[in-house]
T-cell receptor, first 113, second 112 residues
Framework: DTAVSQTPKYLVTQMGNDKSIKCEQN?????MYWYKQDSKKFLKIMFS???????INETVPNRFSPKSPDKAHLNLHINSLELGDSAVYFC????????????FGEGSWLTVV | SQQGEEDPQALSIQEGENATMNCSYK?????LQWYRQNSGRGLVHLIL?????REKHSGRLRVTLDTSKKSSSLLITASRAADTASYFC????????????FGKGTMLLVSP
């Protein structure tokens, strides 16, 4: 069974559109994350939630809005998509927010045209 | 800000050879972790070494940590074609809410 699953895996959309990426973890973890990986493979934290509460927000444009309906889900909604938003977005989880191993999803490839 | 810097950026070796990747970081850490990313896939945790540890082994992997030099190395012995992937080090700060800060990775190509 997939531990951290995110959908869709591939998403091609036009500039200006709004899109969402969903993420679910079945590991019973308290902490979930969104990371962005650019074309040079640089992986950067965007958000971190602990028990549905936002604990880290790393200077991400407010067009990006994470939503955590419960601690097993962390969805990412992006408004007014721009070309520079094209990247791979990884959802991840860890047992808690203190320096644990992080478990990653398979990634969502977003292409904005 | 970016914490870890892997070196080299790319490494190409033959099956059976050893592969060594290095990671340098800037601030004090609680632990350092290494992850592998196969092409088109998510990152997979390989090994974690705590700041009070100097060396750790897991199968064909050997990780060292030198906190005085703020550096770590990952050695993969007797490499296989299946080891072809990108390898990332990630550091965890010692206080507050922590989140791993990743380097840019080393791309390893193991040729049969």
């Amino acid at each position: 069974d997939t531990a951290v699953s995110q959908t869709p895996k591939y998403l091609v959309t036009q500039m200006g559109n709004d899109k969402s990426i969903k993420c679910e973890q079945n590991l019973g973890h308290d902490t979930m994350y969104w990371y962005k990986q650019d074309s040079k493979k640089f992986l950067k934290i965007m958000f971190s939630y602990n028990n549905k509460e936002l604990i880290i927000n790393e200077t991400v444009p407010n067009r990006f809005s994470p939503k955590s309906p419960d601690k097993a889900h962390l969805n990412l909604h992006i408004n007014s998509l721009e070309l520079g938003d094209s990247a791979v977005y990884f959802c991840a989880s860890s047992p808690n927010s203190r320096g644990n191993t992080i478990y990653f999803g398979e990634g969502s490839w977003l292409t904005v045209v | 800000s970016q914490q870890g810097e892997e070196d080299p950026q790319a490494l190409s070796i033959q099956e059976g050879e050893n592969a060594t990747m290095n990671c340098s970081y800037k601030t004090s850490i609680n632990n350092l972790q290494w992850y592998r990313q196969n092409s088109g896939r998510g990152l997979v945790h390989l090994i974690l070494i705590r700041s009070n540890e100097r060396e750790k082994h897991s199968g064909r992997l050997r990780v060292t940590l030198d906190t005085s030099k703020k550096s770590s190395s990952l050695l993969i012995t007797a490499s296989r074609a299946a080891d072809t992937a990108s390898y990332f080090c990630a550091t965890d700060a010692p206080s507050g809410y922590s989140t791993l800060t990743f380097g840019k990775g080393t791309m390893l190509l193991v040729s049969p």
